[in-house]
């Protein structure tokens, strides 16, 4: 596994671990751009002031054909991702300590956290976001897609699913933009983790304690 | 009225101030039906075909007089037929030419995201611009009337455009020319309405229509299109008529307050974020710090 990570210049030359494999990357980046896709054409579509979106890729009607088909490629992506990353995603007895004191995190007062293991709870709140998201923007998304298949006496859903595709949407909009906050600016370590696969030791010490040192058990043992 | 007419007061999708909007000193126009005396001979069917050059579609025999079930992307103009058992035993044959009904407040003009697919004008006609069209049909979603239909070729939604080409220039619309019976009228909203209001005054005196009424529900502001009925409050029986209509709640939400909320919030999101950071920075890497103090790096 090793061998296919890829290196990037290092903040340090610190000792690093392997937090993705390159499944996991290759998972996350085909969410993250497809929901990008979505995000822009569909903020295009959500308000005039942003429909100038849909000019630069391409105009209203390029945008309302590919919507769609990249909305079903990024359910797919989150239904893979689900059947990856599922098992981590368990609230656990830590999160609620970590959720009692989510000031202190938001605060950046990291060393009065307690220790959390791969995912803390915020991370693992965005994930199900993402998950619940998917199901609602798909399920009401397939009904915008194929308006014409809805007969006549059932127009009146169509209003309902709109609403739906849009609260839906704006939630997981929410939590995008925590996400991108927290991944590029906050833990510069994690973003470059999620694309070379590999986080410094002690920054996994620090956020995930529980995950580093499972892991570099798991490590002793094997070797 | 030529020219000024087409002026544009309302166009979908769009950010910003529309030229025509409240400039306008013009007359809006309206199409009067009569359904007292309309025959339903389906003159104003075929006229809208002639003029807007549609091939005549296949037809669908119900048992009924109609020509089809409903309108069609290819064709806007569909006389409803049904025959109503009234309360003494007798039979009322109702027949009302349906197609777009051009209101005030178009819900397909709300709904539409795309920039200037739909239009009004300052006459009051509500246009579709196929070539803006990007075949989302959230106009389908928007109007109570459920008039736009979707073409599955060129993914382009139709409607009746109430001839905007033909009074542009000063004529009526093709259907209004057609009418054998002299049941559709045509002009300035307070003619048609001084006309539609001598008309039901006359059934209430001269006939056993005495509920009989002018429809041009004001949930959409009214329409540019208004019948006179023999009773005003049986619209259903008219082809499925709604008796007020409106245009539906979560799309005024949706086009209303959350655009709003949701575009603050992303914004207010952004903000937020930035301040963050310039408040509390980023997150330590861990280096150098596992069991020191604070988070400064």
């Not at chain 1, 839906?168 to 510069?188: D, K, N």
């Not at chain 2, 020319?177 to 300035?188: R, V």
Request: net charge neutral; glycine share 10%; with cysteine.
């Amino acid at each position: 596994m090793s061998t296919r990570d890829v290196s990037l210049p290092k903040a340090s030359s610190e000792p690093e671990i392997v937090r993705y494999t390159l499944t996991e990357r290759i998972c996350h980046w085909v969410n993250g751009i497809s929901y990008v896709y979505c995000l822009l054409t569909g903020l295009a579509l959500f308000t005039p002031m942003l429909f100038w979106i849909a000019a630069v890729l391409g105009g209203g009607a390029v945008v309302r054909f590919w919507h769609p088909i990249v909305g079903v490629l990024f359910v797919a992506a989150v239904y893979w991702m689900h059947s990856i990353w599922q098992k981590d995603m368990k609230t656990t007895e830590n999160d609620l300590k970590w959720k009692a004191q989510i000031k202190d995190y938001i605060e950046n007062n990291d060393q009065k956290m307690p220790a959390q293991g791969k995912y803390n709870f915020g991370q693992k709140q965005f994930f199900w976001i993402m998950v619940y998201g998917a199901i609602g923007l798909l399920l009401s998304g397939l009904f915008l897609w194929f308006p014409e298949m809805v007969g006549r006496s059932w127009h009146w859903i169509l209003p309902i699913m709109i609403f739906i595709h849009e609260v839906s949407a704006l939630a997981t909009i929410a939590g995008f933009m925590i996400h991108v906050y927290m991944g590029v600016f906050q833990e510069p370590e994690g973003f470059r983790g999620i694309i070379s696969g590999r986080v410094p030791a002690s920054w996994a010490r620090k956020y995930h304690r529980l995950w580093s040192d499972q892991v570099s058990s798991e490590s002793k043992t094997r070797k | 009225m030529q020219g000024d007419t087409l002026k544009i007061k309302a166009i979908s999708g769009h950010a910003g101030t529309v030229a025509g909007e409240g400039v306008s000193r013009d007359y809006d126009v309206c199409k009067l039906i009569d359904t007292t005396t309309c025959i339903g001979c389906k003159a104003c069917e075929v006229a809208c075909l002639e003029w807007n050059g549609y091939e005549f579609r296949e037809t669908t025999f119900d048992n009924t007089y109609q020509t089809m079930p409903d309108t069609a992307w290819n064709y806007w103009n569909l006389i409803r037929f049904n025959e109503r058992p009234n309360e003494d035993g007798t039979i009322s044959w109702l027949m009302r030419k349906d197609q777009c009904m051009h209101c005030a407040d178009p819900g397909c003009l709300m709904a539409c995201p795309a920039d200037g697919a739909i239009v009004q004008y300052a006459n009051g006609i509500v246009d579709f611009n196929q070539e803006h069209c990007i075949g989302c049909q959230y106009c389908v979603t928007g109007c109570p009337f459920d008039i736009p239909k979707f073409n599955p070729v060129t993914k382009k939604v139709h409607k009746c455009t109430l001839c905007s080409d033909r009074v542009g220039v000063g004529l009526e619309p093709a259907c209004i020319k057609s009418c054998p019976t002299g049941c559709l009228h045509f002009g300035s909203k307070d003619d048609m309405k001084i006309l539609a209001e001598k008309r039901v005054n006359q059934l209430h005196e001269h006939s056993s229509h005495k509920n009989a009424g002018v429809y041009d529900p004001q949930g959409v502001g009214g329409t540019h299109v208004m019948y006179i009925l023999h009773d005003k409050d049986k619209a259903a029986d008219y082809g499925g008529l709604p008796q007020d209509p409106h245009i539906p709640l979560l799309v005024q939400i949706w086009k209303g307050p959350m655009k709003w909320i949701g575009g603050l919030g992303i914004i207010a999101g952004i903000f937020g974020m930035a301040t963050h950071f310039l408040r509390f920075g980023a997150k330590g890497s861990g280096e150098n710090e596992v069991s020191a103090e604070g988070s400064a790096k």
